[in-house]
């Protein structure tokens, strides 16, 4: 069965950094695409970045972009996400994502970005 | 990154179909058929239900479909029934190699 859990979510005061982690199970990782998405309180779901099976070609949104590094390890089937300069509109629920065109998605986890 | 268009709402009583439309241009769903469309509950994940325009993952009733034409893509929902009552997102890559979401459609069954 495939498994996604996020870990690292919780409260930190704007300009702070969190380390988001996605531990994946079930399936082979390294041959996957990975995927953060991000849904702040009441709103809909936003892209943030994504990573090829191999680490090459990641991409970020603009609204993250130079803030947010997404990166994998491959040895310990985990997917990352290193967020550096917060803000309250980076307050959401991060998702972990196994290829965006098809899922599965994780349970999520909550960031909150709040003084 | 301008978001994908979607009506707020639409609603339909049960054993009706309803669609939900999701417009975007050429630079994304009109250039590329790698659109997908979510459904989410309350509280809970996101869970795919239609994938390239129009592809039904396994598990996911026949009563779910999708199409596209030109740069927008649309969900069918026939015989509706009350457990579809949720939010609904659609999905597509974009030609700067990013991806972007609709802003959501609210589906009420009467």
């Known amino acids: 069965e495939v498994q996604l859990v996020e870990s690292g979510g919780g409260l930190v005061q704007p300009g702070g950094s969190l380390r988001l982690s996605c531990a994946a199970s079930?399936?082979?990782?390294?041959?996957?695409?990975m995927y953060w998405v991000r849904q702040a309180p009441g709103k809909g779901l936003v892209w943030v970045s994504h990573?090829?099976?191999?680490?090459?070609?990641?991409n970020h949104a603009d609204s993250v972009k130079g803030r947010f590094t997404i990166s994998r390890d491959n040895f310990k089937n985990t997917l990352y996400l290193q967020m550096n300069s917060l803000r309250a509109e980076d307050t959401a629920v991060y998702y972990c994502?196994?290829?965006?065109?098809?899922?599965?998605w994780g349970q999520g986890t909550l960031v909150t970005v709040s003084s | 990154q301008s978001a994908l268009t979607q009506p707020a709402s639409v609603s339909g009583s049960p054993g009706q179909s309803i669609t939900i439309s999701c417009t975007g241009t050429?630079?994304?769903?009109?250039?590329?058929?790698?659109v997908s469309w979510f459904q989410q509950h309350p509280g809970k994940a996101p869970k795919l239900m239609i994938y390239?325009?129009?592809n039904r993952p396994s598990g996911v009733s026949y009563r779910f479909s999708g199409s596209k034409s030109d740069n927008t893509a649309s969900l069918t929902i026939s015989g509706l029934q009350a457990e579809d009552e949720a939010d609904y997102y659609c999905?597509?890559?974009?030609?700067?190699?990013?991806?972007?979401f609709g802003g959501g459609t609210k589906l009420t069954v009467l």
């Open positions: 999905t597509s890559y974009t030609s700067s190699s990013t991806w972007v």
């Open positions: 990573i090829g099976g191999d680490g090459s070609g990641a």
């Open positions: 994502v196994r290829d965006l065109r098809m899922g599965p």
């Open positions: 390239d325009v129009s």
């Open positions: 079930g399936f082979s990782f390294s041959t996957y695409w």
């Open positions: 050429s630079s994304d769903i009109g250039n590329y058929n790698y």
